[in-house]
């Protein structure tokens, strides 16, 4: 066969597989009845996030600008404290709120002596931004960096000690930024999402091949139709154990319930199931140049130990370990909360 035939067959299968390929996206992307149900959560009869702690102290509504989107944020500042005081600026996990338990933590610094700054991401809560419910690392990254010259730029804030709280998905940003900007005095890093990739491996592996190649569908349908410049499609945070959610484990939907504001939208923006894998906050860890708290929770069903172990490994002398027999959503509640709180105040005094 000649080389001229030989190349035009290769073509054709090429157009073919690329077709193929094509017609299977538009489908996925267009056809009716690909949803998700949603699932409420019993957000307003279950036990408030202020039971950890008692209301929050003097605090301020502030917005600054993130990628032309509005951040809305809390800004709690100490009482008869001198000046300038350190700041501790902190973000939420995955799909997260600054109304989701947040100022609990944010009052014991504030009580420590610290200036906070809680910050919603943009597309989330009472920041700005399209589409709604939409998890974008990059994004949240700069929205970070934002939050951070902020607080630099604040009367009374001393901009050498900037600290950063983050929990879950929010810690390993907290990382990353600390691993980006050698300024950051220290950070606390909660239960934190280190590995996407480790991560995905493992969720894949509790939900099955069935459930997992739903849930590929369905990033694949928000993914193409924002291609398409079409309306999102969104499924559940939270979910019952077998159900269309990015968390199932059993204790994810109890435990949101709890920690969720009345009213709080339990839906994100499908595309970041298979967007996630890439982010590995572990990698960056070795670029650190501060104190890092890491509070691993031991029976952690979301995210990986081995990312934890891994990350100390690459902060080396500036990683500071704190360990927790309790699982991922635990450690928001009660003693194991108060456990947590004590030893990132301890580490806040210890370093700004």
Known sequence: ???????????????VVVGTVALYLLIVALAPGISAPQQSLNSSSTPSKSA?????????????????????????RPENAPSPVPCVV????????????????????????????????????????????????????????AAIEYARGLENV???????????????????????????????AQCPGLDGKASSELAFKRIG????????????????????????????IVGKPGSIAFFTTPDAYEMFGKIAPEGFINEACARIAIKADTY??????????????????EKDTITPLSAAEET?????????????PVGHFEIYFGENFERSVTDQVAFFKKYL
């Open 209 to 236: 091949l069935g459930l997992g190649l739903r849930m590929i569908v369905h990033a694949q349908r928000d993914l193409v139709r924002s291609w398409l410049g079409l309306t999102p499609h969104r499924i559940p």
């Open 280 to 297: 590995r906050p572990v990698k960056h860890a070795r670029h650190v140049r501060c104190p890092v708290l890491l509070q691993i929770c």
């Open 90 to 145: 902190m973000g939420h996990g995955f799909g997260g709120t600054k109304d989701f338990g947040l100022d609990t933590y944010a009052v014991r610094f504030q009580e420590a002596g610290f200036a906070v700054l809680v910050f919603d991401y943009r597309y989330f809560g009472e920041s700005g931004g399209d589409p709604r419910q939409l998890i974008w690392i990059p994004r949240q990254l700069e929205d970070w960096a």
């Open 312 to 324: 100390i490994a690459n902060l080396g002398e500036y990683a500071e370990v704190k360990r927790y």
């Open 1 to 15: 066969m000649k080389e001229g035939a030989v190349m035009n067959i290769a073509l054709i299968v090429l157009g």
């Open 158 to 188: 001393d901009p050498a000690k900037i600290a950063l709280w983050g929990s879950s998905l929010g810690g390993g940003h907290a990382i990353v930024m600390a691993a980006r900007d050698h300024r950051v005095a220290c950070v606390a």
């Open 52 to 76: 950890n702690g008692k209301a929050a102290g003097p605090w301020a509504n502030v917005t600054f600008q993130a990628g032309g989107a509005i951040i809305n944020a809390w800004l709690f």
